[in-house]
């Protein structure tokens, strides 16, 4: 005996009304949701109009309580992500409001020169002979140069005082920032990070987090910081 789904079941109409315990649905996405109390009553209703030649066997109904089971599981875990999500941006947030006013390093090969220069390191993965830093403007002309000579392996720190080659003062500015040197007998260009001033913080939703916003460099992201000094 089969169950004719024209015939209004008493039980299933007032579920699609009301939760549970009699309370009222208050919106169309209530309505529509099925809590686990309603998934086993609704299994408790398909078992007493089930056809008694043809019950549901066994394994069918765990499949189908698994299911449940397993799709509630899935949206608990989602909520949990979303509030660890939600923990780490802010813990993000109130470490990255710390910064404002700070000098940190980032991976850069421009700086901004604000009336005293500009500072960062160079990154040497190797012993460095004749390590030169040349400072050029936008347009690629040569500023300045640092003769840092031979330098071991780690990071080298250096120092520009915002003078050109003839020792006057330059228009603050960005200004690029080139290594040269000698590895094993080649030529190389290691890889330069400098200092530069937080001005404020943006925070964002999103797992990337805060972003500094540095002086005449724009956005970064906290997590490519390498190192915080005081501004």
């Known amino acids: 005996m089969s169950i004719n789904t024209t015939v209004s079941n008493p039980y299933l109409d007032s579920m699609r009304l009301e939760t549970s315990d009699g309370a009222k649905y ?3 996405e209530e309505r529509s949701e099925l809590t686990q109390e309603d998934f086993f009553a609704l299994l408790t209703q398909q078992l007493a109009y089930q056809d008694p030649f043809k ?20 949206t608990q875990l989602n909520d949990q992500i979303g509030d660890m999500n939600a923990l780490m941006s802010s813990s993000q947030a109130l470490q990255a409001s710390t910064l404002v006013g700070q000098n940190v390093l980032v991976p850069a090969n421009t700086g901004h020169h604000s009336g005293d220069g500009i500072d960062g390191i160079v990154a040497l993965e190797l012993p460095t ?25 780690g990071n080298v720190k250096f120092e520009w005082d915002g003078t050109d080659l003839a020792g006057n ?17 080649k030529a190389t260009e290691p890889p330069t990070a400098v200092y530069a001033n937080v001005q404020s913080v943006s925070l964002s939703n ?26």
């Open 26 to 28: 208050e919106t169309e």
């Open 55 to 74: 019950p549901v066997e066994n394994a069918e109904m765990i499949s189908q309580m698994t299911s449940f089971s397993t799709a509630e599981g899935i």
């Open 129 to 153: 002979n004749n390590l030169t830093i040349r400072i050029e403007d936008e347009t690629g002309q040569v500023i300045s140069t640092i003769e840092m000579g031979d330098q071991s392996a």
């Open 169 to 185: 003062p330059v228009e603050p500015g960005n200004y690029i920032i080139r290594a040269n040197g000698l590895q094993d007998g």
């Open 206 to 231: 999103s797992l990337d987090g805060a972003t500094l916003n540095l002086s005449g460099l724009g956005g970064i992201k906290l997590s490519d910081v390498l190192e915080v000094a005081e501004g």
